[in-house]
Protein backbone atom coordinates (compact mmCIF):
# COMPACT_ATOMS: atom_id res chain seq x y z
CA UNK A 1 0.00 0.00 0.00
CA UNK A 2 1.04 3.61 -0.93
CA UNK A 3 1.43 5.56 2.04
CA UNK A 4 -1.52 7.87 2.63
CA UNK A 5 -1.94 11.17 4.28
CA UNK A 6 -2.83 11.69 8.09
CA UNK A 7 -6.29 13.49 6.41
CA UNK A 8 -6.68 10.66 3.86
CA UNK A 9 -6.46 7.95 6.78
CA UNK A 10 -9.05 9.46 9.17
CA UNK A 11 -11.38 10.12 6.13
CA UNK A 12 -11.09 6.37 5.13
CA UNK A 13 -11.32 5.32 8.80
CA UNK A 14 -14.88 7.02 9.16
CA UNK A 15 -15.91 5.18 5.58
CA UNK A 16 -14.99 1.99 7.04
CA UNK A 17 -16.82 2.53 10.37
CA UNK A 18 -19.63 3.75 8.82
CA UNK A 19 -20.03 0.57 6.74
CA UNK A 20 -19.31 -1.67 9.70
CA UNK A 21 -21.43 -0.36 11.58
CA UNK A 22 -24.32 -1.12 9.03
CA UNK A 23 -23.77 -5.24 9.00
CA UNK A 24 -23.42 -4.75 13.53
CA UNK A 25 -27.28 -3.10 12.90
CA UNK A 26 -28.53 -5.96 10.35
CA UNK A 27 -27.46 -8.49 12.95
CA UNK A 28 -29.64 -7.41 15.42
CA UNK A 29 -32.13 -5.03 13.72
CA UNK A 30 -34.35 -7.87 12.52
CA UNK A 31 -35.60 -8.82 16.03
CA UNK A 32 -38.32 -6.27 16.54
CA UNK A 33 -39.78 -6.98 13.13
CA UNK A 34 -40.73 -10.96 13.38
CA UNK A 35 -44.12 -10.12 14.52
CA UNK A 36 -45.00 -7.78 11.72
CA UNK A 37 -43.10 -9.79 9.22
CA UNK A 38 -45.18 -13.04 10.41
CA UNK A 39 -48.24 -10.74 9.75
CA UNK A 40 -47.48 -10.27 6.15
CA UNK A 41 -45.71 -13.00 4.72
CA UNK A 42 -47.25 -15.77 7.45
CA UNK A 43 -43.80 -17.77 7.43
CA UNK A 44 -43.91 -21.66 9.41
CA UNK A 45 -42.12 -21.88 12.74
CA UNK A 46 -39.02 -23.12 10.90
CA UNK A 47 -38.85 -20.34 8.16
CA UNK A 48 -39.02 -17.67 10.95
CA UNK A 49 -36.01 -19.40 12.89
CA UNK A 50 -34.13 -19.49 9.08
CA UNK A 51 -35.18 -15.57 8.58
CA UNK A 52 -33.22 -14.69 11.92
CA UNK A 53 -30.67 -16.88 11.82
CA UNK A 54 -29.23 -17.61 7.86
CA UNK A 55 -27.40 -14.16 8.01
CA UNK A 56 -25.22 -15.18 10.86
CA UNK A 57 -24.60 -18.87 9.91
CA UNK A 58 -23.69 -17.43 6.38
CA UNK A 59 -21.46 -14.03 7.82
CA UNK A 60 -19.44 -16.46 10.09
CA UNK A 61 -18.97 -19.18 7.99
CA UNK A 62 -17.57 -17.06 4.82
CA UNK A 63 -15.38 -14.91 6.82
CA UNK A 64 -11.94 -16.84 6.48
CA UNK A 65 -12.68 -17.03 2.67
CA UNK A 66 -13.97 -13.60 2.68
CA UNK A 67 -10.66 -12.29 4.65
CA UNK A 68 -8.16 -14.68 2.28
CA UNK A 69 -10.09 -13.02 -1.11
CA UNK A 70 -9.29 -9.79 0.15
CA UNK A 71 -5.44 -10.53 0.77
CA UNK A 72 -5.62 -11.91 -2.44
CA UNK A 73 -7.32 -9.41 -4.84
CA UNK A 74 -7.40 -6.61 -3.21
CA UNK A 75 -8.85 -5.39 -0.13
CA UNK A 76 -10.61 -2.12 -1.62
CA UNK A 77 -11.85 -4.51 -4.30
CA UNK A 78 -13.49 -6.88 -1.95
CA UNK A 79 -14.33 -3.94 0.04
CA UNK A 80 -16.07 -2.45 -2.82
CA UNK A 81 -17.69 -5.65 -4.08
CA UNK A 82 -18.99 -6.42 -0.79
CA UNK A 83 -20.59 -2.64 -0.10
CA UNK A 84 -22.62 -2.96 -3.39
CA UNK A 85 -23.90 -6.54 -3.05
CA UNK A 86 -25.12 -5.57 0.78
CA UNK A 87 -27.50 -2.30 -0.86
CA UNK A 88 -28.71 -4.18 -3.53
CA UNK A 89 -29.03 -7.30 -1.17
CA UNK A 90 -31.24 -5.17 1.09
CA UNK A 91 -33.37 -3.88 -1.34
CA UNK A 92 -33.90 -7.40 -1.98
CA UNK A 93 -34.94 -8.04 1.56
CA UNK A 94 -37.28 -4.98 2.40
CA UNK A 95 -39.11 -6.27 -0.77
CA UNK A 96 -39.16 -9.79 -0.38
CA UNK A 97 -42.71 -10.94 -1.24
CA UNK A 98 -42.17 -14.28 0.26
CA UNK A 99 -40.56 -16.36 2.99
CA UNK A 100 -38.68 -18.15 1.31
CA UNK A 101 -36.88 -15.39 -0.80
CA UNK A 102 -36.42 -13.24 2.34
CA UNK A 103 -34.50 -16.12 3.85
CA UNK A 104 -32.58 -16.26 0.20
CA UNK A 105 -32.04 -12.01 0.60
CA UNK A 106 -31.09 -12.70 3.95
CA UNK A 107 -28.22 -15.08 3.03
CA UNK A 108 -26.96 -12.99 0.75
CA UNK A 109 -26.62 -10.07 2.83
CA UNK A 110 -24.28 -12.62 5.04
CA UNK A 111 -22.18 -13.46 2.01
CA UNK A 112 -21.93 -9.53 1.44
CA UNK A 113 -21.55 -8.94 5.44
CA UNK A 114 -18.51 -11.25 5.02
CA UNK A 115 -17.00 -9.88 2.31
CA UNK A 116 -16.88 -6.27 4.42
CA UNK A 117 -16.18 -7.09 8.16
CA UNK A 118 -12.68 -8.62 7.76
CA UNK A 119 -12.03 -6.35 4.81
CA UNK A 120 -12.57 -3.22 7.19
CA UNK A 121 -10.01 -4.25 9.86
CA UNK A 122 -7.24 -5.29 7.54
CA UNK A 123 -7.16 -1.99 5.31
CA UNK A 124 -7.11 -0.12 8.85
CA UNK A 125 -4.27 -2.66 9.90
CA UNK A 126 -2.27 -1.67 6.29
CA UNK A 127 -3.61 2.20 6.91
CA UNK A 128 -2.11 3.02 9.68
CA UNK A 129 1.76 2.06 10.03
CA UNK A 130 1.88 3.85 13.55
CA UNK A 131 1.05 1.35 16.21
CA UNK A 132 -0.41 3.75 18.44
CA UNK A 133 -2.58 5.18 16.12
CA UNK A 134 -3.44 1.48 14.84
CA UNK A 135 -4.76 1.25 18.23
CA UNK A 136 -6.89 4.62 18.14
CA UNK A 137 -8.04 3.77 14.96
CA UNK A 138 -8.83 0.00 16.25
CA UNK A 139 -10.73 1.57 19.21
CA UNK A 140 -12.82 3.69 17.13
CA UNK A 141 -13.65 0.64 15.06
CA UNK A 142 -14.66 -1.15 17.73
CA UNK A 143 -16.80 1.68 19.66
CA UNK A 144 -18.74 2.28 16.19
CA UNK A 145 -19.09 -1.42 15.71
CA UNK A 146 -20.65 -1.74 19.40
CA UNK A 147 -22.89 0.89 18.63
CA UNK A 148 -24.57 -0.22 15.66
CA UNK A 149 -25.42 -3.66 17.61
CA UNK A 150 -27.49 -1.03 20.33
CA UNK A 151 -28.54 0.97 17.36
CA UNK A 152 -30.47 -1.97 15.28
CA UNK A 153 -33.31 -2.57 18.33
CA UNK A 154 -33.56 1.08 19.31
CA UNK A 155 -33.51 2.15 14.74
CA UNK A 156 -35.88 -1.33 14.44
CA UNK A 157 -38.72 -0.06 17.03
CA UNK A 158 -38.96 3.77 15.85
CA UNK A 159 -38.82 2.64 12.07
CA UNK A 160 -41.72 -0.55 13.17
CA UNK A 161 -43.66 2.51 14.60
CA UNK A 162 -44.39 4.50 11.73
CA UNK A 163 -43.31 2.16 7.98
CA UNK A 164 -43.89 -1.58 7.15
CA UNK A 165 -41.21 -4.74 8.39
CA UNK A 166 -39.30 -3.98 5.42
CA UNK A 167 -38.16 -0.45 6.30
CA UNK A 168 -35.65 -2.23 8.51
CA UNK A 169 -33.81 -3.20 5.36
CA UNK A 170 -34.34 -0.39 3.13
CA UNK A 171 -32.55 2.17 5.47
CA UNK A 172 -29.33 0.28 4.47
CA UNK A 173 -29.25 1.36 0.76
CA UNK A 174 -28.87 5.04 0.71
CA UNK A 175 -25.90 4.86 3.74
CA UNK A 176 -23.96 2.19 1.09
CA UNK A 177 -24.15 4.03 -1.63
CA UNK A 178 -22.69 6.91 0.02
CA UNK A 179 -20.14 3.92 1.71
CA UNK A 180 -19.33 3.08 -2.24
CA UNK A 181 -18.64 6.60 -3.24
CA UNK A 182 -16.26 8.03 -0.76
CA UNK A 183 -14.68 4.43 -0.15
CA UNK A 184 -13.81 4.52 -3.79
CA UNK A 185 -12.38 7.86 -3.46
CA UNK A 186 -10.44 7.53 0.01
CA UNK A 187 -9.19 4.38 0.74
CA UNK A 188 -5.92 2.81 -1.47
CA UNK A 189 -5.43 -1.14 -2.78
CA UNK A 190 -3.25 -3.39 -0.82
CA UNK A 191 -3.22 -6.66 -1.17
CA UNK A 192 -0.69 -9.81 -0.56
CA UNK A 193 2.16 -9.83 -3.09
CA UNK A 194 2.66 -13.61 -3.40
CA UNK A 195 -0.39 -15.27 -2.72
CA UNK A 196 -0.02 -18.45 -4.04
CA UNK A 197 -2.78 -20.61 -5.47
CA UNK A 198 -6.45 -20.82 -3.71
CA UNK A 199 -7.13 -23.99 -2.27
CA UNK A 200 -10.97 -24.86 -2.67
CA UNK A 201 -11.23 -28.03 -0.52
CA UNK A 202 -9.52 -25.81 2.22
CA UNK A 203 -12.47 -22.85 1.66
CA UNK A 204 -15.41 -25.76 1.36
CA UNK A 205 -13.82 -27.15 4.24
CA UNK A 206 -13.71 -23.89 6.20
CA UNK A 207 -17.19 -23.29 5.62
CA UNK A 208 -18.50 -26.80 6.41
CA UNK A 209 -17.08 -26.35 9.89
CA UNK A 210 -18.05 -22.59 11.40
CA UNK A 211 -21.44 -23.14 9.58
CA UNK A 212 -22.10 -26.69 11.22
CA UNK A 213 -20.25 -25.56 14.51
CA UNK A 214 -22.40 -22.35 14.87
CA UNK A 215 -25.53 -24.07 13.59
CA UNK A 216 -25.24 -26.55 16.29
CA UNK A 217 -24.42 -23.91 18.91
CA UNK A 218 -27.47 -22.08 18.03
CA UNK A 219 -29.66 -24.98 17.71
CA UNK A 220 -28.71 -26.29 21.33
CA UNK A 221 -29.85 -23.48 22.65
CA UNK A 222 -33.65 -23.96 20.71
CA UNK A 223 -33.83 -27.79 21.36
CA UNK A 224 -31.51 -29.09 23.82
CA UNK A 225 -28.45 -30.96 22.64
CA UNK A 226 -29.78 -34.55 22.88
CA UNK A 227 -31.76 -33.52 19.31
CA UNK A 228 -30.26 -35.66 16.00
CA UNK A 229 -29.71 -32.12 14.19
CA UNK A 230 -27.56 -30.44 16.99
CA UNK A 231 -25.15 -33.57 17.10
CA UNK A 232 -24.88 -34.33 13.61
CA UNK A 233 -24.14 -30.61 12.92
CA UNK A 234 -21.89 -30.35 15.28
CA UNK A 235 -19.71 -33.66 14.65
CA UNK A 236 -19.82 -32.26 10.56
CA UNK A 237 -18.59 -29.15 11.90
CA UNK A 238 -15.55 -30.35 14.22
CA UNK A 239 -14.40 -32.93 11.82
CA UNK A 240 -14.82 -30.39 9.06
CA UNK A 241 -12.48 -28.01 11.09
CA UNK A 242 -10.26 -30.51 11.92
CA UNK A 243 -9.32 -31.93 8.69
CA UNK A 244 -9.16 -28.15 7.65
CA UNK A 245 -6.41 -27.61 10.54
CA UNK A 246 -4.90 -30.37 9.46
CA UNK A 247 -4.33 -29.30 5.82
CA UNK A 248 -3.80 -25.94 6.27
CA UNK A 249 -0.94 -27.13 8.52
CA UNK A 250 0.80 -29.27 4.96
CA UNK A 251 -0.03 -26.89 2.28
CA UNK A 252 2.48 -23.98 1.11
CA UNK A 253 -0.02 -21.50 0.59
CA UNK A 254 -2.53 -22.21 3.20
CA UNK A 255 -6.22 -20.50 3.72
CA UNK A 256 -4.76 -19.16 6.89
CA UNK A 257 -1.77 -19.82 8.85
CA UNK A 258 -2.03 -22.17 11.43
CA UNK A 259 1.23 -21.36 13.33
CA UNK A 260 -0.06 -18.29 13.86
CA UNK A 261 -1.52 -20.24 16.84
CA UNK A 262 1.71 -21.34 18.16
CA UNK A 263 2.05 -17.60 19.18
CA UNK A 264 0.79 -16.77 22.04
CA UNK A 265 0.07 -13.08 21.57
CA UNK A 266 -2.54 -14.26 18.82
CA UNK A 267 -4.24 -17.31 20.52
CA UNK A 268 -4.27 -15.92 23.68
CA UNK A 269 -6.08 -12.55 21.95
CA UNK A 270 -8.14 -14.22 20.04
CA UNK A 271 -9.47 -16.92 23.26
CA UNK A 272 -9.83 -13.13 25.16
CA UNK A 273 -11.25 -11.57 22.11
CA UNK A 274 -13.91 -14.18 21.87
CA UNK A 275 -14.52 -14.27 25.80
CA UNK A 276 -15.33 -10.94 26.14
CA UNK A 277 -18.15 -11.14 23.58
CA UNK A 278 -19.50 -14.47 24.95
CA UNK A 279 -19.87 -12.14 28.13
CA UNK A 280 -21.55 -9.07 26.76
CA UNK A 281 -23.82 -10.88 24.26
CA UNK A 282 -25.04 -13.52 26.38
CA UNK A 283 -25.58 -11.07 29.62
CA UNK A 284 -27.75 -8.47 27.22
CA UNK A 285 -29.56 -11.66 26.10
CA UNK A 286 -30.66 -12.91 29.56
CA UNK A 287 -31.38 -9.06 30.56
CA UNK A 288 -33.37 -7.81 27.94
CA UNK A 289 -35.53 -11.04 29.06
CA UNK A 290 -35.99 -9.90 32.36
CA UNK A 291 -36.52 -6.20 31.40
CA UNK A 292 -39.56 -7.71 29.55
CA UNK A 293 -40.84 -10.32 31.19
CA UNK A 294 -40.06 -10.20 35.32
CA UNK A 295 -40.28 -6.00 35.01
CA UNK A 296 -42.83 -5.43 32.36
CA UNK A 297 -41.11 -3.17 29.96
CA UNK A 298 -41.29 -3.10 26.47
CA UNK A 299 -39.11 -3.71 23.87
CA UNK A 300 -38.04 -0.46 23.17
CA UNK A 301 -37.93 0.26 26.88
CA UNK A 302 -35.85 -2.41 27.30
CA UNK A 303 -33.57 -1.62 24.34
CA UNK A 304 -33.13 2.00 26.09
CA UNK A 305 -32.67 0.43 29.28
CA UNK A 306 -29.39 -1.49 28.09
CA UNK A 307 -27.41 1.78 26.08
CA UNK A 308 -25.28 1.94 28.88
CA UNK A 309 -23.65 -0.94 28.16
CA UNK A 310 -22.90 -0.03 24.57
CA UNK A 311 -21.97 4.01 25.90
CA UNK A 312 -19.60 2.44 28.32
CA UNK A 313 -18.09 0.03 25.78
CA UNK A 314 -17.63 2.86 23.67
CA UNK A 315 -15.82 4.79 25.83
CA UNK A 316 -13.80 1.90 27.04
CA UNK A 317 -12.64 1.20 23.53
CA UNK A 318 -11.07 4.84 23.08
CA UNK A 319 -9.40 4.48 26.03
CA UNK A 320 -7.90 1.10 25.43
CA UNK A 321 -5.23 2.60 23.26
CA UNK A 322 -3.99 4.63 26.28
CA UNK A 323 -4.13 1.96 28.99
CA UNK A 324 -2.52 -0.90 26.97
CA UNK A 325 0.61 1.38 26.67
CA UNK A 326 0.32 2.40 30.75
CA UNK A 327 -0.56 -1.32 31.57
CA UNK A 328 0.50 -3.33 28.75
CA UNK A 329 -1.50 -5.38 26.75
CA UNK A 330 -1.56 -8.83 29.03
CA UNK A 331 -2.93 -6.23 32.26
CA UNK A 332 -5.34 -4.26 30.17
CA UNK A 333 -7.23 -7.31 28.76
CA UNK A 334 -7.16 -8.97 31.93
CA UNK A 335 -8.71 -5.92 33.48
CA UNK A 336 -11.39 -5.98 30.49
CA UNK A 337 -12.22 -9.44 31.57
CA UNK A 338 -12.46 -9.24 35.01
CA UNK A 339 -14.56 -6.23 34.71
CA UNK A 340 -16.82 -8.37 32.90
CA UNK A 341 -16.30 -11.27 35.60
CA UNK A 342 -17.47 -8.49 38.23
CA UNK A 343 -20.64 -7.42 36.09
CA UNK A 344 -21.67 -11.17 35.82
CA UNK A 345 -21.04 -11.42 39.68
CA UNK A 346 -23.26 -8.44 40.63
CA UNK A 347 -26.26 -9.99 39.14
CA UNK A 348 -26.08 -12.58 41.87
CA UNK A 349 -28.23 -10.45 43.91
CA UNK A 350 -30.89 -9.18 41.10
CA UNK A 351 -34.21 -9.20 42.66
CA UNK A 352 -37.62 -9.80 41.51
CA UNK A 353 -38.76 -6.19 41.48
CA UNK A 354 -37.13 -3.29 40.80
CA UNK A 355 -33.74 -4.71 39.54
CA UNK A 356 -32.60 -2.10 37.12
CA UNK A 357 -30.11 -0.31 39.67
CA UNK A 358 -28.61 -3.31 39.90
CA UNK A 359 -28.79 -4.15 36.06
CA UNK A 360 -27.58 -0.75 35.19
CA UNK A 361 -24.32 -1.50 37.36
CA UNK A 362 -23.72 -4.76 35.59
CA UNK A 363 -24.29 -3.34 32.25
CA UNK A 364 -21.57 -0.39 33.14
CA UNK A 365 -19.02 -2.80 34.27
CA UNK A 366 -19.17 -5.46 31.43
CA UNK A 367 -19.39 -2.86 29.15
CA UNK A 368 -16.17 -0.87 30.54
CA UNK A 369 -14.77 -4.17 30.55
CA UNK A 370 -15.78 -5.70 26.94
CA UNK A 371 -14.79 -2.87 25.47
CA UNK A 372 -11.40 -2.68 26.89
CA UNK A 373 -10.67 -6.35 25.88
CA UNK A 374 -12.65 -6.40 22.84
CA UNK A 375 -10.21 -3.52 21.60
CA UNK A 376 -6.60 -4.76 22.65
CA UNK A 377 -7.49 -8.20 21.64
CA UNK A 378 -8.50 -6.90 18.21
CA UNK A 379 -4.95 -4.91 17.83
CA UNK A 380 -2.84 -7.60 19.15
CA UNK A 381 -4.49 -10.00 16.55
CA UNK A 382 -3.41 -7.19 14.04
CA UNK A 383 0.11 -6.29 15.24
CA UNK A 384 1.49 -9.84 15.94
CA UNK A 385 1.22 -10.76 12.22
CA UNK A 386 2.63 -9.26 8.84
CA UNK A 387 0.66 -6.59 6.71
CA UNK A 388 -0.10 -9.29 3.98
CA UNK A 389 -1.89 -11.57 5.82
CA UNK A 390 -4.04 -8.96 7.77
CA UNK A 391 -7.46 -10.38 5.83
CA UNK A 392 -6.93 -13.74 7.39
CA UNK A 393 -5.85 -12.53 10.62
CA UNK A 394 -8.92 -10.13 11.08
CA UNK A 395 -11.12 -12.75 9.56
CA UNK A 396 -9.77 -15.04 12.45
CA UNK A 397 -10.65 -12.27 14.41
CA UNK A 398 -14.38 -11.76 13.62
CA UNK A 399 -14.55 -15.73 13.45
CA UNK A 400 -14.35 -15.27 17.13
CA UNK A 401 -16.48 -12.66 17.38
CA UNK A 402 -19.07 -14.66 16.04
CA UNK A 403 -18.40 -17.89 17.82
CA UNK A 404 -18.05 -16.41 21.40
CA UNK A 405 -21.68 -14.22 20.43
CA UNK A 406 -23.79 -17.92 19.58
CA UNK A 407 -21.63 -19.22 22.74
CA UNK A 408 -23.04 -16.40 24.97
CA UNK A 409 -26.87 -16.96 23.90
CA UNK A 410 -26.82 -21.05 23.59
CA UNK A 411 -24.21 -21.99 26.73
CA UNK A 412 -25.70 -19.34 28.93
CA UNK A 413 -29.40 -19.62 27.55
CA UNK A 414 -29.31 -23.58 27.92
CA UNK A 415 -27.78 -22.93 31.48
CA UNK A 416 -30.56 -20.54 32.30
CA UNK A 417 -33.53 -22.68 31.02
CA UNK A 418 -32.20 -25.36 32.67
CA UNK A 419 -31.88 -23.84 36.30
CA UNK A 420 -35.36 -22.12 35.61
CA UNK A 421 -36.67 -25.53 35.01
CA UNK A 422 -35.52 -27.28 38.03
CA UNK A 423 -36.76 -24.06 40.69
CA UNK A 424 -39.70 -23.80 39.16
CA UNK A 425 -42.37 -23.86 41.79
CA UNK A 426 -45.62 -23.62 40.23
CA UNK A 427 -49.51 -23.29 42.13
CA UNK A 428 -51.60 -26.42 42.18
CA UNK A 429 -54.25 -26.62 40.36
CA UNK A 430 -53.35 -25.24 37.04
CA UNK A 431 -54.53 -27.35 33.72
CA UNK A 432 -51.59 -30.01 32.57
CA UNK A 433 -51.32 -27.61 29.30
CA UNK A 434 -50.53 -24.82 31.37
CA UNK A 435 -48.12 -26.57 33.47
CA UNK A 436 -46.50 -27.72 30.04
CA UNK A 437 -45.81 -24.21 29.19
CA UNK A 438 -44.51 -22.98 32.37
CA UNK A 439 -41.80 -25.23 32.13
CA UNK A 440 -41.21 -24.50 29.01
CA UNK A 441 -40.00 -20.75 29.44
CA UNK A 442 -40.91 -17.58 31.43
CA UNK A 443 -42.19 -16.20 28.30
CA UNK A 444 -44.25 -19.18 27.34
CA UNK A 445 -45.09 -19.01 31.13
CA UNK A 446 -46.71 -15.47 30.89
CA UNK A 447 -48.77 -16.65 27.51
CA UNK A 448 -50.39 -19.45 29.52
CA UNK A 449 -51.11 -16.96 32.31
CA UNK A 450 -53.27 -14.81 30.23
CA UNK A 451 -55.57 -17.69 29.60
CA UNK A 452 -56.06 -18.08 33.22
CA UNK A 453 -58.55 -17.18 36.18
CA UNK A 454 -56.97 -13.98 37.74
CA UNK A 455 -55.50 -15.67 41.02
CA UNK A 456 -54.50 -18.79 38.94
CA UNK A 457 -52.59 -16.20 36.58
CA UNK A 458 -50.93 -14.27 39.08
CA UNK A 459 -49.45 -17.20 41.17
CA UNK A 460 -47.84 -18.55 37.92
CA UNK A 461 -47.00 -15.14 37.13
CA UNK A 462 -45.08 -14.76 40.57
CA UNK A 463 -43.51 -18.48 39.90
CA UNK A 464 -42.39 -17.79 36.94
CA UNK A 465 -40.53 -14.55 37.96
CA UNK A 466 -39.13 -15.76 40.77
CA UNK A 467 -37.64 -19.10 39.24
CA UNK A 468 -36.35 -16.93 36.53
CA UNK A 469 -34.58 -14.17 38.78
CA UNK A 470 -33.13 -17.31 40.88
CA UNK A 471 -31.77 -18.76 37.31
CA UNK A 472 -30.35 -15.26 36.63
CA UNK A 473 -28.34 -15.27 39.57
CA UNK A 474 -26.65 -18.70 39.86
CA UNK A 475 -26.08 -18.43 36.03
CA UNK A 476 -24.49 -15.01 36.84
CA UNK A 477 -22.42 -17.07 39.55
CA UNK A 478 -21.12 -19.14 37.41
CA UNK A 479 -20.71 -17.55 34.12
CA UNK A 480 -18.79 -14.77 36.32
CA UNK A 481 -16.26 -17.43 37.53
CA UNK A 482 -15.28 -18.68 34.55
CA UNK A 483 -15.08 -15.08 32.87
CA UNK A 484 -12.88 -14.34 36.03
CA UNK A 485 -10.48 -17.64 35.41
CA UNK A 486 -9.76 -16.87 31.65
CA UNK A 487 -8.67 -13.23 33.02
CA UNK A 488 -6.39 -14.70 35.18
CA UNK A 489 -5.12 -17.30 32.47
CA UNK A 490 -5.14 -14.30 30.29
CA UNK A 491 -2.54 -12.27 32.67
CA UNK A 492 -0.20 -14.78 32.44
CA UNK A 493 0.00 -16.35 28.62
CA UNK A 494 0.48 -12.50 27.26
CA UNK A 495 2.58 -11.73 29.57
CA UNK A 496 5.58 -10.19 28.23
CA UNK A 497 3.81 -8.77 25.57
CA UNK A 498 4.78 -5.18 26.93
CA UNK A 499 2.56 -2.26 25.77
CA UNK A 500 3.01 -1.63 22.00
CA UNK A 501 3.73 -4.33 19.45
CA UNK A 502 5.70 -2.30 16.70
CA UNK A 503 5.18 -3.55 12.56
CA UNK A 504 7.20 -6.84 12.27
CA UNK A 505 6.75 -9.84 9.72
CA UNK A 506 6.91 -13.02 11.26
CA UNK A 507 10.15 -14.63 11.51
CA UNK A 508 8.38 -17.18 8.63
CA UNK A 509 5.13 -16.20 7.87
CA UNK A 510 4.01 -19.97 7.02
CA UNK A 511 4.56 -23.06 9.26
CA UNK A 512 7.80 -23.92 10.30
CA UNK A 513 7.36 -26.94 7.76
CA UNK A 514 9.92 -26.88 5.15
CA UNK A 515 8.27 -25.93 1.33
CA UNK A 516 9.67 -29.59 -0.24
CA UNK A 517 7.88 -31.47 2.87
CA UNK A 518 4.27 -29.47 1.48
CA UNK A 519 4.61 -29.81 -2.07
CA UNK A 520 2.33 -33.11 -2.41
CA UNK A 521 -0.15 -31.75 -0.71
CA UNK A 522 -0.26 -28.66 -2.60
CA UNK A 523 -0.30 -31.05 -5.45
Not at 34 to 53: F, G, K, M, V
Not at 304 to 315: D, F, T, Y
Not at 351 to 364: F, K, M, N, R
Request: with cysteine.
Amino acid sequence: MTPVSRTRRWAALATLCLAVSLIAIDGTVLHLAIPRLTEALHPTSTQILWIADIYGFVLGGLLITAGNAGDRFGRKRVLLIGVAAFGLASLATAYAPTAELLIVARAVLGVAGATIMPSTLSIIRNLFTDPRERTTAIGLWSSVTTAGAAAGPLLGGLLLDNFWWGSVFLINVPVMVVVLIVAALTLPESRNPDPGPLDLRSVLLSIVGVIGVIYAVKEAAHAGLAQTGVLVAAALGVGALILFWRRQSRLTHPLIDVSLFRRRAFSGAVGGDMVAVFALVGTLFFLSLYLQFVLGWTPLQAGLAQLPAMGASMVAALLAGRLAMAWGRAVAISVGLALSAAGLAVLVVLPTQSGYPVVLASLLLIGIGAGLSFTVTADTVLATVPKERAGSASAIAETAYELGAALGIALIGSLLGGIYRQTLRLPGGLPAEAVDAARDSIGTALHAAASLPAELAAGVIAAASAAFVQAVNVTSLICGVAVAAVAVTALFTLRGLGTVIEEHPLDRPLSSQSTESKQGADR
